[in-house]
């Protein structure tokens, strides 16, 4: 059993950045991937990180936002920059049972409570 912690959320200005943190326990030698839903939308992937830490990103978001991981800490981050008010959203967190990562919310098997980022225009 993983279970993962969300941070790092909240209220920022559009052009400003945020820094989320996702602390897993249990197993972890896992790829672990950032997800968001905003009111009345489906939950869309973000970014993702594998094990040994390649990374894919949503063209939405790529060049601004940056997934990164620190497994002696069990904990992964996703760096937001340039935030725009279409960036607000609840952000979830989630890890797979293998290493490999994935784009696809359904290969996920365990999923953070989420964390509010709010971009005002």
């Known amino acids: 059993q993983v279970q993962l912690v969300e941070s790092g959320g909240g209220l920022v200005q559009a052009g400003g950045s945020l820094r989320l943190s996702c602390a897993a326990s249990g197993r972890t030698s896992s790829a672990m991937g950032w997800f968001r839903q905003a009111p009345g939308k489906e939950r869309d992937f973000v970014a993702s990180?594998?094990?040994?830490?390649?990374?894919s990103y949503a063209d939405s978001v790529k060049g601004r936002f940056t997934i990164s991981r620190d497994n002696a800490k069990n904990t992964v981050y996703l760096q937001l920059n340039s935030l725009k008010p279409e960036d607000t959203a609840i952000y979830y967190c989630?890890?797979?049972?293998?290493?490999?990562?994935?784009?696809?919310?359904?290969?996920?098997?365990?999923w953070g409570q989420g964390t509010q980022v709010t971009v005002s225009s």
């Open positions: 989630a890890a797979r049972r293998g290493p490999l990562r994935s784009t696809s919310y359904t290969d996920y098997d365990y």
């Open positions: 990180i594998s094990w040994s830490s390649s990374t």
